[in-house]
């Protein structure tokens, strides 16, 4: 990782620890407000309900005790004491006085619970209905909650209503009637409350349910608000249960229940807020500390990036960027050391070319030289021979300039690899199968020298070689020449040509008794020789050949198993 985006990362951390410190109690404080605020609410239409239901319960017992000791219920109960009402024409009084009072469930009964006459059950009249003459033999109290049968559209279904009773003043009538908790009376509680108002038995059954504009169902499960609202952190309870009846057994329970959606939607807004803040700062944090980063390290790059050319044997390589403070001190230093460095190649470079030329002048007297030496002693007999007119002057001097001629030969040999060597022409390379170059090498040779074994290995399917095809030839030949020279009481020459990734490897190998260890490192020496007569320009041309064709010629030896010369260059691709 890059100085540059370790010190962006770094200052992106640094900010975002304390922000999240900072932003973190804000985000809690505000969410637990709105909590409280939801539960207040909640809180709050429970109360209402509570109250609401409380109302009913007087409104109903207020009616009940009202009827009771109404002229009407005290003329009923006389008429039927004295037998001028039969039990038949009073069936339908208490259905008239239910409408006329705003009653849901109405009934006249005698103390065991037989009824004269039943608003919410017209049918039940002269026979003993149970849930009537269980509710008598409870003392008068206000109304109270009980699930009694009524008789509605889709016949007798059981209702949920707030019933109370009293007796008729010196008469043993009793009136019972209440208020149902219906369908109805739950709309108005869930308008009441604002909330969704459902009412169920003590085993779950939905009695009633009604629900407010904007508020959640209120006989299913819990809504999509209310599932988000307790993911994202407790609320409060999104429903409130009021138990109607004895606490130890209650006859039905009143839920009330607030829509969560916009609660749910505004603790979204704060954690969204407190990520946006968080996420802002630290790429602000992370912007600055790149900017900063960048101040510090562009030269730092240009360092490493020079460093790079440096490396790569560009020692031109400046550093341009401004630095201050212990950079530039670092950037003045490295300026001056490539500079100095450059001058140190050039002199280097000066220093090696006049030693080269030095080795190679000594070599090359050296090796004139030798050849002058036979031609003057050849010439100082002639001389003498001719200065004392010896009669076998004619055979001395046939046999002295034949001697001279041979050296002028060999002087001529020398200049010639000499000359060849320093003006060896660049190679025009096109693109040459290596079974066609093995081929002419071998084709030199129609015949092997007496003891002399050609074996030729070429592998099928190779690449072409991009090569200037005569030098490639003069290489393998000479390196040819050189295996036969080893071997001159026989043996096995062979000329090889394999694969190798993306090059081609020829090989020329001889079973002579091979090159010394002391001798290897020098072989590609110019004027090295093991070879009498040999000038030692051979393998230089031939290793020059190779770089210059983007290929490597390498030896392999072991003492007493010959020679192998590899010439690789690279395939066409």
């Known amino acids: 990782m890059m100085l540059r985006t370790r010190l962006a990362l ?19 404080a505000l969410s637990g407000a709105l909590s409280t605020e939801h539960a207040a609410r909640l809180d709050g239409a429970a109360r209402a309900l509570d109250g609401e239901l409380a109302r009913l319960a007087r409104e109903a017992g207020t009616a009940v005790d009202e009827l009771a000791r109404s002229a009407d219920a005290e003329a009923l109960a006389r008429e039927l004491g004295t037998g001028a009402l039969a039990p038949a024409d009073a069936a339908p009084r208490a259905r008239e006085w239910m409408e006329a009072r705003g009653l849901d469930v109405l009934a006249v009964a005698e103390p065991d619970g037989r009824v004269v006459s039943s608003g919410h059950l017209p049918g039940r009249a002269g026979d003993v209905d149970a849930e009537v003459a269980a509710l008598l033999a409870t003392p008068p109290s206000r109304a109270a909650p009980h699930r009694v049968m009524r008789a509605g559209p889709d016949g007798v279904e059981p209702v949920l209503a707030l019933v109370a009773w009293a007796p008729v003043p010196g008469d043993p009538l009793r009136v019972a009637g209440g208020l149902a908790l219906g369908p109805e009376r739950a709309a108005r509680l869930a308008a009441l409350t604002g909330g969704a108002i459902a009412i169920r038995a003590p085993d779950g059954a939905l009695l009633a349910d009604a629900a407010a504009p904007g508020s959640p169902a209120s006989g299913g499960a819990p809504d999509l608000a209310d599932r988000l609202s307790a993911r994202l952190g407790a609320l409060g309870t999104p429903v409130r249960s009021l138990a109607l009846g004895p606490p130890d057994a209650p006859v039905a329970t009143v839920e009330v229940r607030l829509a969560s959606a916009g609660l749910a939607r505004a603790r979204l807004v704060v954690v969204a807020t407190f990520l946006a803040a968080l996420v802002a700062g630290v790429l602000a944090a992370a912007a600055v500390g790149a900017f900063l980063a960048s101040r510090v390290t562009r030269p730092v790059e240009a360092l490493r990036a020079a460093a790079l050319r440096v490396a790569a044997g560009d020692l031109g390589a400046r550093v341009e960027a401004r630095a201050t403070g212990e950079v530039a001190e670092l ?36 090796e004139i030289k030798n050849p002058l030496t036979p031609i003057a002693m050849s010439v100082e007999t002639l001389r003498d021979a001719h200065a004392r007119a010896r009669p076998d002057f004619g055979e001395i001097f046939d046999e002295g300039t034949r001697a001279i001629g041979e050296e002028v030969r060999r002087l001529k040999r020398i200049v010639d690899e000499f000359s060849r060597f320093a003006r060896l022409p660049a190679p025009e390379r096109t693109p040459v199968a290596p079974d066609e170059l093995v081929q002419s090498v071998l084709a030199l040779f129609p015949s092997a020298p007496a003891g002399v074994v050609v074996a030729r290995e070429v592998e099928a399917g190779l690449p072409a070689v991009l090569a200037d095809r005569d030098q490639v030839v003069q290489v393998l030949l000479n390196l040819v020449r050189n295996a036969l020279d080893a071997m001159p009481g026989g043996g096995t020459l062979r ?40 000038t030692g320009l051979g393998l230089a041309i031939a290793q020059r050949i190779a770089e210059e064709h983007g290929g490597t010629l390498e030896l392999r030896s072991a003492p007493g198993e010959g020679a192998t010369f590899t010439l690789t260059l690279p395939a066409v691709s």
């Open 10 to 28: 770094a200052f992106a951390l640094f900010a975002a620890v304390p922000l999240a410190a900072a932003l973190w109690p804000v985000s809690h």
């Open 495 to 534: 000329v090889a040509a394999r694969g190798e990734g993306s090059a081609v490897a020829f090989s020329v190998s001889d079973t002579g008794p091979g090159v010394r260890p002391e001798d290897r490192p020098r072989v590609f020496e110019p004027y090295f020789t093991t070879k009498e007569g040999g």
């Open 331 to 366: 950037v003045r230093a490295f300026n001056a050391m490539t500079a100095d460095l450059a001058a140190s190649r050039a002199r280097l470079a000066q220093a090696e070319r006049v030693a080269a030329w030095r080795e190679v002048a000594r070599r090359l007297a050296h």
